[in-house]
């Protein structure tokens, strides 16, 4: 019946994957009457939901892609499917077919994104008309066959409001927040897959005044930041023969033409990073940038590792990210209470020490632990025993708050974060 549709389709010019991406009624009936099959409204409606999906979509997962709150569909096999709904991955029964058709579905969302997918060209990255991020691998890169990963992308922007309200950043790390973006500061935000970093990244971007330009740098758009003056630019992939392709290191390059106020790299994971660098370090602060880290102890690693892909030693790095970058915000997924939560676990001072090496002092620390605005010390609270910035005091100072009080706590550099950044 689908191949009846999509053949009526082609030929009244209407080509799947093509610009209208429009399939009504009337075409499925069509295909209807011409099998000799009658239905009715509703079976018809149905019919035509499914048949958009399979046509233009992505098949059985597009309603999984359509559900509010899925952030992720992975694709292992045509009996291993998982969905993550924002508490992590749970498996799903979906009914793909075999093999072949797991194949069938990547090649032609690759085409979807217009990227090609085949055993010359095995590994694809593209983003879908809808805007949901496609990676996709076919044999003989893996050899149990096909395996695809759609990122799905949120029509939502959250504000910073919301991720405080929503229990992702602490009531009392939001001054701070707000005094990084209103006073300038080059922010790095870390984190694992997943964990929230380009949400972030966005609520941030929304506290930027309006009269300022952003240019923002990504391989994949997925930054839409509530922002009246954003300029997207987005790396382009070679063709077939190798040429053609842009990316990130020219795209920042080009961004230091286009009159910036602020400079936004969706994620530092290349060559690129010197770019990044450079332009911090020659007067244009403000700048954002994420990257996979850890923890914020272990940022000055990976910098030195992608630094390393355009050849800077170490001591350069060193130099360039203790002068270009000023603080660093690391997010991870924690448990409590049953749920997994994305929260913002750390506050990072970035620096040199006597020896001339990177590092990251930690300014205040997280584990999810939920406190009322107001409880605690000003910096959230304390552990049992004291923080590790000071005591426990009990007179809510900065280096302690009461004992047991839960919530954030306290690092050696927050002092000196907050005097220097806190709105």
């Known amino acids: 019946m689908l191949d009846g549709v999509r053949d009526r389709l082609v030929r009244s010019g209407d080509e799947p994957g093509g610009a209208t991406e429009v ?12 099998s000799g099959r009658v239905l009715g409204t509703t079976a018809l409606r149905e019919l035509t939901r499914t048949a958009h999906a399979e046509i233009f979509g992505a098949g ?10 899925v952030t992720d569909v992975l694709v292992n096999g045509p009996d291993d499917v998982w969905v993550d709904r924002g508490a992590g991955l749970e498996r799903v029964e979906v009914a793909l077919g075999g093999p072949e058709a797991v194949r069938a579905l990547a090649v032609r969302l690759a085409a979807a994104g217009g990227q ?17 991020r496609l990676h996709a691998v076919v044999a003989p890169v893996c050899a149990t066959g096909a395996v695809v990963s759609l990122r799905v992308l949120r029509t939502r922007t959250f504000r910073l409001d919301d991720l405080v309200a929503g229990g992702t950043v602490p009531h009392a790390w939001e001054p701070v927040l707000r005094g990084l973006v209103a006073r300038r500061a080059n922010v790095l935000v870390s984190g694992g897959t997943g964990t929230g970093k380009t949400t972030l990244l966005a609520a941030l971007l929304a506290l930027v005044p309006p009269d300022e330009r952003v240019v923002c740098v990504e391989e994949a758009r997925e930054l839409d930041p509530d922002h009246p003056h954003v300029v997207p630019l987005t790396a382009r992939r070679p063709n077939v023969e190798g040429a053609g392709g842009v990316d990130l290191a020219d795209l920042v390059r080009a961004a230091l033409r286009m009159r910036p106020d602020r400079i936004v790299l ?16 020659t007067g244009h602060d403000g700048g954002l ?29 060193a130099a360039q990210a203790a002068g270009g970058l000023d603080v660093v915000l690391h997010l991870r997924r924690v448990r409590t209470a049953g749920t997994t939560r994305r929260v913002l676990a750390q506050l990072g001072v970035v620096r040199q020490d006597e020896r001339g090496a990177l590092r990251v002092d930690v300014a205040g620390s997280w584990d999810g632990t939920v406190v009322p605005p107001g409880a605690g010390s000003p910096c959230g609270g304390s552990t049992v025993g004291g923080s590790p910035g000071g005591g426990s005091t009990g007179d809510g100072s900065p280096g302690g708050g009461s004992t047991g009080a839960a919530g954030p706590v306290a690092g050696p550099a927050w002092d000196e974060l907050v005097g220097r950044w806190s709105a």
């Open 23 to 34: 399939l009504g009624d009337a075409a499925v009936a069509d295909a209807l009457r011409a």
């Open 60 to 69: 059985p997962l597009q309603r999984y892609l359509d559900e509010p709150g």
């Open 116 to 132: 090609r997918l085949d055993d010359a060209s095995p590994v694809v990255d593209a983003r879908l008309p809808d805007g949901t």
């Open 266 to 281: 969706g994620e530092c994971r290349g060559p690129e990073v010197r770019e990044v660098l450079m332009a911090l370090n």
């Open 289 to 317: 940038a994420t990257i996979h880290a850890n923890d914020v102890e272990g940022v000055p690693a990976r910098l030195e590792a992608l630094a390393a892909l355009a050849g800077m030693d170490r001591a350069a790095v």
